[in-house]
Nanobody
Framework: QVQLVESGGGLVQPGGSLRLSCAAS????????MGWYRQAPGKQREVVAV???????HYADSVKGRFTISRDNAKNTVHLQMNSLKPEDTAVYYC????????WGQGTQVTVSS
């Protein structure tokens, strides 16, 4: 059974940084792309960043240059380093296997506000 557990969210001022982590259970992890997604109030969930099994990364234009996705296949974890945060980054952040559509975890709330 696949489990995805996100952590690391919180309240941060504009311009600040946060590092999100996702712990995944299941044998799929090392051979599959992983993604970070976010859902702001009243909006659809959107993909923020993706990392392939080989470490190639892709970013939404809105976060390019500010966010960095990374993974540790030995620990089945994926991280999202978020710098220069803006109020519009406020959302619940989720991780998931990209393209496999596993059930979503509980997510982690990120609030950017002064």
């Amino acid at each position: 059974q696949v489990q995805l557990v996100e952590s690391g969210g919180g309240l941060v001022q504009p311009g600040g940084s946060l590092r999100l982590s996702c712990a995944a259970s299941g044998s799929f992890f090392s051979s599959n792309a992983m993604g970070w997604y976010r859902q702001a109030p009243g909006k659809q969930r959107e993909v923020v960043a993706v990392i392939t099994s080989g470490g190639v990364t892709h970013y939404a234009d809105s976060v390019k240059g500010r966010f960095t996705i990374s993974r540790d296949n030995a620990k089945n974890t994926v991280h999202l380093q978020m710098n220069s945060l803006k109020p519009e980054d406020t959302a619940v952040y989720y991780c998931n296997a990209y393209g496999l559509g596993f059930s979503w975890g509980q997510g982690t709330q990120v609030t950017v506000s002064s």
